[in-house]
């Protein structure tokens, strides 16, 4: 884990911003500004040694960017998954003609098959925690007078573990436990699976409840069409029950699947299912056919990504009575989710199920307030999530959040102190290269009474002041004059730290960008905020 965040902590280019571009920008615009940052940098226009060193660095990075947003290929793969993608091997038999959709989904299993391969022999471990609770009492007393009793119904307990042997063999280990009113039981499996062209063979070995033979694989017939079956064989004492089940599964169309499912046991089925997902929503529909009951079920998520939440209805109406479920999912940090939901039916009568996720791991707790639809039950299952979360999410969450974000900025400080060392020096570098430009473009702006920059500071403010800090700022008026372009500044919604002549003065603190200047010898002064476009005169 440490690793990833190490990574994910680590400074990226932008080479868009390097040549103050915007993220639309054509093959003109990225040619006119490779050439007019060429005529700074290139090695040609300097002649002392000094200088010559500086000029280069500079102009190897305006090289890297100008080719990397000149390639269309390259431009995609930067666009989708950052710098990082150019320097993910494999990239050179992707297609060019692909989407940016494509080419993530192609980085991301690249991306993969180098982390399969450097952890080939670490275990990917799973599990989930279930504990009933009983709290019907609390608003169906059986004695008044008596306090309400909370008890733990039953409880639940699995976990597996998958162990790589080779990049195609696999073992998977997985348990169970199960308690309940006193008595419980469980069980213990162990698989091999082996990869295979386009599909999949598993063996399994089991025990707990009799001995269990099983055997299952699956295989892509088509880009649209996937199968799985196999059988199970459970030897007890009163002899051997067998179990066979496949599944079929057609993609309809772009974000839409329909599955075919049959299991012949002692619970035989039909199954029918359309899943249909995009980025907004996800609607599920499914018609069991068997034994003991017969129902169907439909369900709709609504996705609302940039609260990081999940809204969820679902309904179940069969021969076993009905069902209504609503709820939310909600994401609390990068591996972790919060869910909670409130079943409605009879006979189960009213449920209020929360759940854990944490990576791999889940807690659920099924809380069973009444055994019939009780209004007051309904109400307090619907409103105490909520008030829970907000007392949870302002005592706790947010502060350890916040903390977090600290940690996280002071590792990124040292893990990148070399990189923020060494852009400190380029930026002093391209600074010094410009002032040559820098003279140029101020006379001539002068002279036509245009945009003429007088002081621009990029860097930190002290709180409930107006005055930089000292430490966290620095001078950029030369490379603000030198943006300017027939009396016009224009720099696009990204880091100004980006920009040559710029470096970031404090990783993971809120920057501004004050430029104080004239526009027919008339004063202004603007701050900008470091993400923020600005467009001078405005």
Same mark, same amino acid.
């Given at each position: ?193 082996? @990869?295979? $062209?386009?599909?999949? *063979? ?5 025990? %707990?409840?009799?001995?269990? +033979? =099983?055997?299952? !694989? ?86 609302? @990504?940039? $609260?990081?939440?999940? *809204? ?5 109406? %069969?021969?076993?009575?009905? +069902? =209504?479920?609503? !709820? ?104 010094? +290269? ?105």
């Amino acid at each position: 884990m440490a690793s990833d965040n190490e990574s994910d902590a680590e400074l990226d280019e932008n080479y868009y911003t390097f040549l103050n571009l915007p993220r639309d920008a054509t093959p003109e615009q990225i040619n006119t500004a490779y050439r007019k940052q060429s005529r700074i940098y290139h090695p040609d226009k300097h002649q002392d040694p000094e200088s010559k060193k500086k000029a280069e660095m500079m102009f190897n990075r305006t090289k890297r960017a100008y080719e990397v947003l000149s390639d269309p290929h390259q431009r995609a793969i930067y666009d989708s998954v950052g710098e990082k993608g150019l320097k993910t091997e494999g990239w050179e038999i992707v297609h060019r003609t692909r989407t940016p959709a494509e080419i993530r989904e192609e980085y991301e299993r690249l991306a993969q098959a180098a982390a399969e391969r450097r952890l080939q022999q670490r275990t990917n471990p799973r599990g989930n925690i279930t504990i009933n609770v009983n709290a019907t009492e609390i608003f169906t007393p059986y004695d008044e007078s008596d306090m309400p009793r909370v008890e733990i119904g039953s409880m639940s307990i699995a976990q597996s573990i998958e162990a790589p042997i080779t990049r195609k063999d696999m073992i998977i280990m997985s348990g169970n436990l199960y308690s309940s009113n006193g008595t419980g039981n469980g069980g213990f499996m162990i698989a091999g699976r082996r @990869l295979l $062209n386009k599909g999949f *063979l598993e063996v399994c070995l089991g025990a %707990g409840n009799g001995f269990l +033979l =099983g055997l299952k !694989g699956g295989r892509t017939l088509t880009s649209k069409v996937t199968v799985n079956g196999g059988t199970n064989m459970n030897f007890q004492e009163n002899g051997v029950i067998p179990a066979v089940f496949s599944t079929l599964a057609v993609q309809l169309d772009k974000h839409t699947i329909g599955s075919l499912t049959l299991n012949a046991g002692p619970q035989s089925s039909m199954t029918t299912q359309i899943d249909h997902s995009n980025d907004q929503h996800t609607i599920s529909t499914s018609f069991v056919l068997g034994t003991p009951h017969i129902y169907f079920t439909m369900s709709y998520t609504r996705k609302m @990504l940039d $609260n990081e939440m999940k *809204l969820k209805l679902a309904t179940k109406v %069969g021969t076993f009575g009905f +069902l =209504g479920e609503y !709820g939310v999912e909600k994401k609390v940090s990068k591996y972790s989710s919060l869910i909670a939901t409130v079943s409605i039916g009879v006979p189960s009568g009213v449920i209020l199920k929360l759940k854990i996720i944490r990576s791999n791991q889940s807690y659920v707790f099924p809380i069973h307030l009444s055994d019939e639809i009780v209004p007051a039950a309904v109400f307090y299952a619907s409103v105490t999530p909520i008030i829970a979360w907000f007392f949870v999410k302002k005592a706790i969450m947010d502060p350890m959040e916040a903390d977090r974000k600290n940690i996280e900025v002071e590792r990124s400080k040292r893990q990148n102190e070399q990189r923020l060392m060494a852009k400190k020096l380029e930026a002093m570098a391209a600074i010094h +290269l410009m002032q040559s430009t820098y003279n140029r473009i101020l006379n001539e702006e002068q002279v036509r009474k245009g945009l003429v920059i007088k002081r621009a500071i990029y860097g930190c403010i002290i709180e409930d002041s107006t005055q930089f800090k000292p430490e966290a700022s620095h001078d950029v008026t030369i490379p603000i004059q030198c943006l300017v372009r027939d009396s016009v500044l224009q720099l696009y919604d990204s880091s100004k730290s980006d920009l040559p002549g710029f470096f970031d003065p404090s990783l993971g603190d809120d920057k501004i960008l004050r430029i104080e200047y004239t526009y027919n010898d008339v004063p202004k002064t603007v701050n900008v905020k470091d993400n923020e476009p600005v467009r001078l005169p405005g």
